[in-house]
């Protein structure tokens, strides 16, 4: 049994009866939707014809949103619905990143996600769902997808069917039949500041980057607005995070990086185990339902990696402790060693944000081939930043300052000028140059800050240095994080 959806775009009006019934049915909020009616006009004057997309959640076989949930609040059952248990949310919201077709929504008023579920609750009961009941021109079709004699299994082997955004694997269970094709492909017409009723929502304000081309001829003229959902605390997580895995893997080093006395036996140590702590307070509160992040714990989805991240962080700061623990002591050969295992647990502390990033299938950028290697590169001059001001000889510090700096610019320039391996990639790729920090653009100064300031200035005021590097470095996370969730998904 695998129930899917059938969207006749050749029957439908476009009258919204689904988005009410929707609503009306399953207490949306105001400004929320878990069905929603696009409209693109296609042509010129006078040969122009308005078109209708009905989107939802697809209902995936391989659902990035259930993978993704560190709860479990998200399941795949077995008659195909993805459904939400609101109860468990702890409104990380990893599941809209993870959602190649913005189908998710953060309900405020409860701090948890909701979406369209195939109205399950109907549906267990012999219904059918509210949209499909509701709908005058029955262009909404439910059926077994399992079943070939299923008139939903036929209309689709009868017809020329399109689904949205194939090329993420997700194998979406919702049929387009007629839709024209500008509706299901995301950026690929203008979107004017109007809408045909009202202001075009304004959750991303940046413009529509000048490289990217549209269709002339068509034109977005009603649709939903979807918020940004990890901001700033997102790119100082990065940021704090990688000042922490930085340390942790030069600490064995840390004399011959011409550090003495206590900056030599405890500096790495102690700033580390600090930004470990602002790491994981980042974390938690960020969270829509931040009281509740025990979950991770008394309900971890062990395939995600905000869980398995949750744990590496986690035994990172144990080593850490231990580490500063036993130099204390005076037992400084067991530190010593143990510095060995921390850097170890750098690493992985560093990197693991690239495999969690790889699960948020609805953001192409951040997937993109090398962000662990970047991060790493990142942890290292992070790293040898906070160190460069307290060594007494930093002659090889500021070597590994200049490689990784040279290497951190060639990852970033790569990520905005290299290949891409598709159109939402690409996209995030132009929005990297539109993101602004205030009256800055904060890749392009990310990188001057970061790079070109470092180098200038290190050799004479190694505190100016860091600090120099270290805002460059936030500035361009900053860049990458919401450059990744700027392209349209719908």
């Given at each position: 049994m695998r129930y899917g959806f059938l969207i006749d775009h050749d029957r439908c009006i476009g009258c919204h009866a689904c988005t009410v019934a929707c609503k009306a049915e399953n207490s949306v909020p105001v400004g929320d939707f878990r069905t929603w009616v696009k409209y693109a006009e296609v042509g010129t004057f006078p040969d122009v014809r308005r078109h209708f997309a009905v989107l939802r959640c697809n209902h995936c076989d391989n659902a990035p949103c259930v993978t993704i949930c560190p709860v479990n609040a998200l399941e795949k059952r077995d008659d195909g619905i993805v459904d939400i248990d609101r109860d468990a949310c702890i409104g990380c919201r990893a599941c809209m990143q993870a959602c190649p077709y913005d189908a998710i929504y953060l309900n405020d008023d409860s701090g948890a996600v909701e979406k369209c579920h195939f109205c399950a609750h109907r549906v267990e009961n012999g219904l059918e769902p509210a949209c499909v009941i509701v709908c005058p021109e029955t262009a909404i079709i439910t059926g077994d997808l399992?079943?070939?004699d299923s008139p939903l299994s036929r209309l689709i082997a009868d017809n020329d069917t399109l689904v949205r955004r194939p090329e993420q694997g997700t194998g979406p269970n919702v049929h387009y039949k007629g839709a024209h094709a500008s509706l299901l492909e995301p950026g690929s017409s203008e979107r004017p500041e109007m809408y045909l009723w009202s202001d075009r929502p304004p959750d991303k304000p940046e413009p529509w980057p000048v490289s990217l081309p549209v269709l002339p001829s068509a034109r977005t003229v009603l649709d939903t607005g979807h918020r940004i959902e990890w901001g700033w605390p997102v790119a100082l997580y990065l940021l704090t995070k990688s000042i922490a895995a930085g340390l942790a893997i030069l600490a064995p080093l840390a004399a011959r990086m011409g550090l003495g006395g206590w900056a030599q036996r405890y500096l790495p140590e102690t700033v580390a185990i600090v930004m470990t702590i602002v790491t994981v307070g980042l974390l938690i509160e960020d969270l829509a339902r931040p009281s509740l992040f025990y979950r991770l714990l008394t309900r971890p989805n062990w395939r995600s990696w905000l869980v398995k991240g949750g744990i590496v962080l986690g035994v990172f700061g144990a080593g850490l402790a231990a580490a500063l623990g036993l130099r204390i002591a005076g037992l400084d050969g067991p530190a010593d060693a143990m510095r060995w295992v921390n850097?170890?647990?750098?690493?992985?502390?560093?990197?693991?944000?690239a495999f969690l990033f790889k699960q948020c299938e609805g953001r192409d950028l951040w997937q993109e081939p090398g962000l662990f290697e970047h991060l790493l590169v990142q942890a290292v001059l992070c790293g040898a930043l906070v160190m460069l001001p307290m060594s007494d000889s930093p002659a090889t510090l500021r070597?590994?300052?200049i490689l990784a700096s040279v290497l951190h610019f060639i990852f970033a320039l790569h990520a905005q000028l290299g290949h891409h391996r598709t159109t939402n990639a690409r996209q995030g790729a132009a929005f990297l140059d539109v993101v602004r920090?205030?009256?800055?653009?904060a890749f392009r100064w990310g990188l001057i800050l970061g790079v070109g300031v470092v180098l200038v200035v290190m050799f004479p005021w190694p505190w100016a240095a860091t600090g120099a590097g270290l805002v460059g470095l936030l500035l361009y996370e900053w860049a990458f994080v919401r450059a990744g969730q700027l392209p349209p998904l719908s």
């Open positions: 399992d079943d070939p850097a170890a647990l750098g690493v992985a502390a560093a990197g693991y944000t070597w590994v300052v920090a205030g009256r800055v653009g």
